[in-house]
């Protein structure tokens, strides 16, 4: 049985727009962060990826789940690879650059020298605005999205029908996957199987997964492999389908779809025509360290 995310209906301005609307304005809000390092486009996106958010009424306890693996993918990009090491900064800031503590600090009794640079703070930013205004524009998606309308999307967006269906059982693949997962440790636990109640080294541990994890891998290619099969034998992909769920674009689909084509030219006309997509340093920024 396939499942979905959590979706319901929210009756928020999100929830009447046309799915293909909503994907073109992500898809457009995507490829105009990732055009540019100019800070002040940088933030209207970010506001624009706020306002966006915001209208879909989400809650923490909806997205919790998200903004958790979103957060450690920010940690990863942005404390560890940009401020610590320095190497996602790499091509893109300029070599040396003004210290933050020319001199070093100290702490706990020792002084520490750290070779971090007001560029390399200041891109840190930049990048903390880019994720999150992509991020803003593609969590809400599963959530507010009901799943009978992937396959149909993708289709009147223009992909083949084998695509389309191929993309709604991406979206569909994790959480069915933690649905197997729990029904089967539910019926491990049954049997007297205790994930948490074992002792023992690392590798033992390990090997207390194996009655969980071999069941689930199975189910998933097999109901992958059924999948397929039951396609294959209607003739799926042959010719053009039709679908249950229809889609019809209204005019504030219209207006918004406008919009995006509109915010994305600007960006790239201000971008690659006034050379507004290389990365600088506001002058105000430099005068927050030589205090």
Known sequence: MLVSWNYRFRNSPMDHIDP?????????????????????????????????????????????????????????????????????????????GQLVWPGGFDLFGKHFTF???????????????????????????????????????FSKLGMPDRLAY???????????????????????????????GGKGNFIKKIRRVAPLLIPVTMNAIVSSE?????MDLRGFGEQKRTWLYELKFNWWDWALIVFSVLMLATVLLLAFRFDMRLFSVPGWFYGLFNK
Do not use: H
């Open 20 to 96: 293909r609307a909503r994907f073109i304005f992500s898809f457009a809000l995507l490829f105009a962060a990732t055009a540019t390092w100019n800070p002040i486009i940088l933030f209207v996106l970010f506001l624009i990826a706020i306002t966006w958010y915001l209208m879909a009424r989400l809650t923490w306890k909806d997205t919790k789940v998200g903004w958790f693996m979103i957060s450690i993918m920010l940690f990863t990009m942005i404390v560890v690879n940009t401020i610590i090491t320095g190497g996602g900064a790499g091509g893109v800031v300029p070599p040396g």
């Open 115 to 153: 070779g971090l640079t007001v560029e390399r703070v200041w891109f840190a930013i930049s990048q903390l605005m880019r994720i999150l205004s992509i991020s803003l524009a593609f969590i809400i998606i599963p959530y507010t999205m009901d799943s009978r309308a992937y396959g149909v999307t």
């Open 166 to 196: 191929t993309m709604e059982l991406s979206f569909r693949f994790i959480p069915t996957l933690a649905r197997n997962f729990q029904v089967t440790l539910d019926a491990q636990r049954a049997r007297g199987f205790e994930l948490d």
């Open 226 to 230: 059924d999948i397929a099969n039951a």
